[in-house]
């Protein structure tokens, strides 16, 4: 685990607009003839709001998935009921453990960056670890995911076995394919943070995605465990 | 304040061939690229239309050559029923994605809304680089299926299972087909969600000082809300592919039900859902219909208040429609299966909100023609094929009444008439706001200008041309004449045929007009008059405040700052007929948002 201290990673200011240039601010009017620097010139770098769109479609995908399995199984004579793998039980735990360490990284990280006041040295001197530690904690949620299929498999159901398999791997496979997402999102965190130039808006970005996996996965924990 | 360039360095100029035409990071360049693929698609759908006209006005011709497209489609050069449904459905899916879809919203949003915003470019570059060449993989995968396998799917752009789903037991094209289609479809899906990530970032965060939302154009708005849509309706048709896919190679159950036999053999599926299916699609498809003509509804607007002088009746109350529009059209969906089997009170459900919608549509139109009555308006071809968009979006979307009543439509439904009703108000209606875009901006984006006589012969012959080919369409529609058929033997239908001969000669002279669109575009893209100065159409927007063709970063070395709303036209005692945006001077209509 990298414990190397090293400068404190420069902060870009995120689009902070200057001499004209960039966020329009969401209320930002300029009656002409008046004073330009009284206006409100913040408006939120683009990851933060891009993060909450591309979480909306990702929403729209599974509901979409969702209200499938609910038509599928109202009409369907030939549903099979089945109890779930429980090494599921223990990758959700996985997955919520990989956000609390995962927070625990973004603290320190902007303690480390200055953004937050107070933190422990021990942090300031590995902000990654916790990164590390989160992305171990991703990998072993696949790997269980994966091995919760290996297993379903060796007992003989597979994907067209009957269609309540076919959804359990749709949506397992869809959330771990977003995953992957999540786990590229935190190596190109962990990569910038090595050459010092991490965003704040990036960090937090990866971070949302991240927490959003383990809520997604927890929905849908909750509705295999009801409907399968 | 920090420096600038920091900001301007997000991407730089690109200096090798590569970066700067094939994968280039510039939202001008992506524009142009989604510009050029909408084009090739166009002309591959129009000749597919023709092929198609030609067999239905005079079936017992051979097309020369028609063999060379198909291995068994068409032997002697005498298409096959099958053949005939298989270029009916690449027609389809072709111009519903690859050209409405992707000409007025991906081309021309990508090149004009970060400048109208005023931005340097995309907040997410590399996504917006994506989204083209995955949709230009999409196209390619599409395309492919006519030369793999028994050909392209036969089942229409709606694909309706079990249909789709049931693999070749179903026909020509419909195992390995389908499951192109719905890749190539599913592809497509991930490029507008990429792209409608960027188009709401760049709308939200971008916008240069001073562009409050209410002071951008109302091309810039039709965007914003275009790719809200595109983000909801495209993130549901992709899982619906992988689950059609998935019925196709993995032998799933999602759509097909038990027991079902074709030719003499029983299916192995079990239990699958034929109505999920068109839930799903649908569920896209109607917020599709608006994905594709909202973008026209912001580019009519635009192009018409440059050319009237003077800004629309109520620049609020049409964005407030076109919001409108765009949330009802989650609502409506229903209205394409009335006789699917539904619930008739689900019938009644769907029909109230179709009705509905018809509210914001006649409010836009009521609009224009309140704020075209009494104006000089400017002809040229770009004002003329705005005001060939309202006459089709009123002509088609009138017909929309009678489908949207449950009972009417139940008559109507899969006949002519909706062929015709759809043809009008989403495909025409939307080339037209594509027509009228180009000759609109091609001086901005290529820094020549159109040719403007045979811009206007192209207008009146693709005018008089599409009244020709699709109003005949509702009158065999009222004659029972069904879609999808490619030969009309039935005794009710037989007397039917010198209409469809009239409509294929018509359909060939609007293909013909086409044709000086394309030499136009062609010749003029290098030939074509440099305009007078940046402005040439005297407009108020950020994109006629910039050099022609914009720079790099859009602005040069001085990013621009807004001072007026972005129609200000006419404005007494102003020193000209026009404000610009950008101009600082303290003129304000008494209209102008405070």
């Not at chain 2, 009705?355 to 002809?379: A, D, E, F, M, N």
Request: hydrophobic share 50%.
């Amino acid at each position: 685990m990298a414990t190397t201290v090293h400068e404190p990673p420069k902060i870009e200011l995120d689009h902070l607009p200057s001499q004209g240039s960039g966020n329009g601010g969401r209320r930002n009017l300029v009656p002409a003839g008046e004073d330009l620097r009284r206006l409100k010139d913040y408006s939120p770098p683009p990851a933060s709001t891009g993060i909450w769109v591309g979480l909306a479609a990702i929403t729209m995908t599974f509901a979409a998935f969702t209200s499938a399995l609910i038509v599928r199984q109202g009409g369907a004579a030939d549903w099979h009921h089945f109890t779930l793998p429980p090494v599921l039980y223990l990758n959700t735990l996985v997955i919520i453990a990989s956000s609390v360490t995962l927070e625990i990284a973004r603290r320190r990280i902007a303690t480390f960056m200055g953004g937050l006041k107070g933190g422990d040295q021990d942090g300031v001197a590995s902000p990654a670890r916790w990164l590390y530690v989160t992305l171990f904690l991703g990998l072993l949620f696949v790997a269980g995911q994966t091995f919760a299929w290996m297993q379903l498999r060796a007992q003989g159901f597979g994907i067209a076995t009957n269609v309540s398999y076919s959804f359990f791997y749709v949506l397992t496979v869809a959330h771990a394919l977003h995953v992957f997402g999540g786990l590229g999102g935190l190596v190109r965190v962990i990569g910038k943070l090595h050459k010092s130039v991490l965003r704040r808006s990036t960090l937090d970005a990866a971070s949302r995605y991240w927490h959003f996996m383990g809520v997604l996965w927890l929905y849908l924990l909750l509705l295999l465990w009801m409907r399968l | 304040m920090h420096d600038m360039s920091a900001h301007a360095a997000q991407h730089g100029a690109p200096t090798s061939f590569i970066r700067k035409h094939v994968f280039s990071l510039d939202h001008k360049v992506i524009g142009k690229q989604y510009y050029a693929l909408a084009l090739l698609a166009a002309l591959i759908g129009m000749v597919l239309s023709w092929i198609m006209r030609i067999h239905l006005g005079f079936g017992s011709y051979a097309i020369p050559g028609l063999h060379l497209l198909s291995k068994n489609g068409a032997p002697g050069d005498v298409m096959t029923p099958e053949y005939y449904l298989q270029l009916m459905t690449m027609h389809g899916t072709i111009m519903v994605f690859f050209v409405l879809t992707t000409a007025p919203f991906a081309a021309f949003g990508n090149f004009f809304l970060p400048i109208q915003t005023g931005a340097e470019d995309m907040p997410f570059p590399h996504f917006n680089m994506m989204s083209f060449w995955v949709t230009f993989v999409g196209f390619w995968v599409l395309v492919a299926s006519f030369f793999v396998g028994d050909g392209p799917t036969l089942g229409g752009w709606t694909q309706y299972a079990p249909l789709s789903a049931i693999g070749s037991a179903g026909g020509p094209g419909e195992g390995l087909g389908v499951v192109l289609w719905a890749t190539s479809i599913a592809i497509f899906c991930i490029g507008q969600l990429l792209g409608s990530l960027n188009f709401i970032t760049t709308t939200l965060d971008m916008r240069c000082r001073g562009m409050s939302l209410m002071r951008l154009p109302l091309t810039a708005w039709a965007w914003f809300i275009t790719s809200l849509m595109g983000l909801t309706a495209f993130a549901v048709l992709m899982p619906a592919c992988i689950l059609l896919i998935l019925d196709h190679v993995a032998g799933t159950s999602f759509f097909v039900a038990s027991n079902l036999v074709i030719n003499d053999q029983m299916l192995p599926h079990s239990g699958g859902s034929t109505l999920l299916w068109q839930h799903l699609f649908w569920f896209f498809g109607h917020p599709e219909v608006y994905i594709a003509i909202v973008p026209g509804l912001g580019i009519v607007s635009h192009v018409l208040i440059t050319n009237m002088r003077r800004p629309m009746l109520s620049h609020r109350v049409l964005i407030y429609s076109m919001g409108a529009l765009a949330t009802l059209s989650y609502m409506v969906y229903g209205h394409h299966m009335f006789v699917s089997g539904m619930n008739p009170v689900s019938s009644l459900a769907f029909s109230f909100p179709t009705l509905v919608i018809t509210i914001p549509s006649t409010i836009v139109v009521l609009i224009w023609l309140g704020s075209l009555y009494g104006s000089k308006l400017r002809i040229n071809a770009a004002s003329l094929f705005a005001l060939g968009f309202i006459s089709m979006f009123i002509s088609g979307g009138v017909s929309g009444f009678f489908l949207a009543q449950p009972s009417i439509d139940i008559m109507l439904h899969a006949t002519y008439f909706v062929v015709g009703h759809f043809h009008l108000v989403m495909g025409v209606a939307a080339m037209f706001g594509i027509f009228a875009g180009t000759y609109f901006w091609f001086p901005k984006m290529v820094g020549r200008m159109m040719n403007e006589t045979l811009g206007k012969v192209h207008f009146w012959m693709s005018f008089v041309g599409a009244y020709c080919i699709f109003m005949p369409f509702h009158y065999l529609g009222i004659a029972g004449n069904v879609r999808r058929y490619q030969a009309f033997t039935d005794d009710y239908l037989i007397h039917l045929i010198p209409v469809h001969k009239f409509i294929t000669v018509a359909a060939l002279f609007t293909g013909f007009a086409q044709l000086i669109f394309l030499y136009n575009l062609i010749h003029s893209r290098f030939k074509g008059v440099i305009p007078p100065n940046d402005n040439p159409w005297e407009g108020t927007s950020l994109e006629w405040s910039t050099a022609t063709p914009p720079p790099h970063n859009n602005f040069g070395d001085k990013m621009p700052v807004v001072y007026h709303d972005p129609y200000q036209y006419s404005v007494e005692g102003a020193s000209a007929d026009y404000i610009m945006q950008t101009s600082p001077e303290n003129v304000h209509s008494p209209d102008e948002e405070k």
